[in-house]
Each structure stands twice: as C-alpha cells, then as structure tokens.
C-alpha cells in the first residue's frame, strides 16, 4: 500500500515526467508484470491526475525506450565480442531463447515477441547481437508493442470507469499482485527443483 501511494504522489507531483520514468524503470525491474503496468496506466486515465491521449503515448515512449535500449545492449555486445566470455555470460545466458526464436521464425519473433513475458527482453537483445538495422527492428517490434499496449491499456481504462472505491479497490490488487508472485515463486522453485533432480539422476 505504502509504495502504490508514493507512486500516486509522485505522479501528482512530477505528472508525465514521473509516470514515464515509473514505467520505463518499471519494464526493466518492477516484480509484477508489464501488463499490470500498462492496465495501471488506463486506471490513471481515468482519474483526475492524467489524460488519456498523453498517458497512452508516454507508455509507449517508455516501451520504446525499454526495446531501444535492449537492442543497443545487443548490438553493443556484439561489437565487442572479443571480451572475455566470462563478462558475456549473463546476457547471453538471457539472449539464449530470443536467438533460438530468430534461427526458427527470424524478425517474426519480433512481431510477438511483446506478448510473452521473458521474449519480450530477450528478442530486442538478440536482434541487436545479430546485427539487424534498428530501423527494421523498430518497424516490427514496436508495431507489436503498440497492439500490445492498446489491449491492456483500454481494459486498464475500462475497469478504471467502473471503479468507485479506489482504496478497496488498491488493497485487492496488492493483493491480487501477492498471490500472482506467489504462484511464479513456486512455480519457479518447482522448476528449478526438477531440474537439481534429472542433474542428479
């Protein structure tokens, strides 16, 4: 509750500036999905403190930020590919399953890459090692960004016009929020529990 109002208060204060750095940091670090983000950003939308157009287009300037940067990490690392391997090995470990879906589908992935949750990081950072042009990339991957954003953007700013107790309404998706990283932490540790096991068999 405390953090979700240090949220509001500083989007009160600092306006789009701060919903766009909430979200462009948020893409990158935040323990919730992205998807909670952009619904939150239609919740926004319909109180006083945004406007609909402007809170739309600062989400997706923030995606844009978050693909760019992504994509010029790859290609940064690409560039420098005689660094030792050892520096590498936590963003290739990362790009591993964006590469396997550009050797199977190529710049397809891009064009959903924005729906699934781990691809959406890992497709930019490939694209970018691989060489492809920013701007054939940015044509694709954020056409779909920009699908992406509109779906969860208006079911965020559908149920925002429905909502007349914003506090019961705050607590429930705390709530809520919990018991969705609940269910990824075991699902998670199960995984990983699987794997130790066929290791050691």
């Known amino acids: 509750m405390v953090d979700y109002f240090i949220f509001i208060d500083f989007i009160r204060q600092y306006g789009y500036?701060?919903?766009?750095?909430?979200?462009?940091?948020?893409?990158f670090f935040?323990?919730?999905?992205?998807?909670i983000l952009l619904m939150s950003g239609g919740l926004l939308a319909t109180t006083k403190l945004l406007d609909p157009l402007p809170t739309f287009l600062i989400l997706f300037s923030s995606i844009l930020l978050h693909g760019t940067i992504l994509y010029v990490i790859g290609y940064a690392v690409n560039q420098h590919a005689h660094f030792d391997h050892r520096k590498q090995s936590i963003w290739h470990s990362r790009a591993e399953k964006g590469r396997e879906l550009l050797d199977e589908?190529?710049?397809?992935?891009?064009?959903?890459?924005?729906f699934f949750p781990f691809i959406r990081h890992a497709v930019p950072f490939s694209i970018g090692m691989s060489g492809i042009t920013y701007r054939f990339f940015a044509l694709i991957g954020f056409s779909s960004?920009?699908?992406?954003?509109?779906?969860?953007?208006?079911?965020?700013?559908?149920?925002?016009?429905?909502?007349?107790?914003?506090?019961?309404?705050?607590?429930?998706l705390l709530y809520a929020l919990f018991a969705v990283l609940a269910v990824i932490i075991?699902?998670?540790f199960i995984k990983r529990r699987k794997q130790r096991q066929r290791h050691m068999s």
């Open 30 to 35: 935040f323990p919730v999905p992205n998807e």
């Open 145 to 172: 960004a920009f699908i992406w954003l509109s779906i969860y953007f208006f079911i965020g700013f559908y149920y925002g016009q429905s909502i007349t107790d914003w506090t019961s309404f705050v607590q429930q």
């Open 105 to 114: 589908y190529g710049l397809k992935a891009a064009s959903f890459s924005y």
């Open 186 to 188: 075991v699902v998670q």
């Open 17 to 27: 500036i701060a919903l766009f750095f909430i979200v462009a940091v948020g893409l």
